[in-house]
């Protein structure tokens, strides 16, 4: 990396509010962690699972407006990104 990259990644860095430094170095964590690991054939289940459930509630639930189902996807997409964020860790925050 040259320094003036590294400068100027660094000069953006302190402009941001604390809370968004600690994303950031929370995101190069993760990123760092390199997850090279595939997942357990327990994960494998339990994503299956997780989706075979998901789509006999979403034939079974009354249509909804795309907008309200994009709305509640991301909800749900941040919720299992925070959990393996959590369980990456070690369970510790």
Same mark, same amino acid.
């Given at each position: 990396?040259?320094?003036n990259?590294e400068q @100027?990644?660094?000069?953006?860095f *302190?402009? +941001?509010?604390?809370?968004k430094?600690k994303?950031?170095?929370? +995101?190069l /964590?993760?990123?760092?962690? &390199?997850? #090279? /690991? #595939?997942?357990?054939?327990?994960?494998i289940?339990?994503?299956?699972?997780t989706?075979n459930?998901?789509k006999?509630k979403?034939q079974?639930?009354?249509?909804q407006?795309?907008t309200? +189902?994009? !709305?509640?996807?991301? *909800?749900?997409? @941040?919720?299992i990104?925070?959990?393996?964020?959590?369980?990456? *860790? !070690? &369970? #510790?925050?």
């Open positions: 990396m040259t320094a990259l @100027t990644i660094l000069e953006k *302190r402009k +941001l509010p604390v809370e430094q994303d950031i170095l929370d +995101l /964590d993760f990123m760092e962690s &390199g997850l #090279s /690991d #595939s997942p357990t054939n327990l994960e289940e339990n994503a299956r699972k989706l459930a998901a006999k979403a079974s639930a009354p249509p407006p795309a309200e +189902l994009w !709305g509640e996807f991301n *909800r749900i997409k @941040t919720l990104a925070e959990d393996y964020l959590y369980k990456l *860790r !070690g &369970g #510790s925050q």
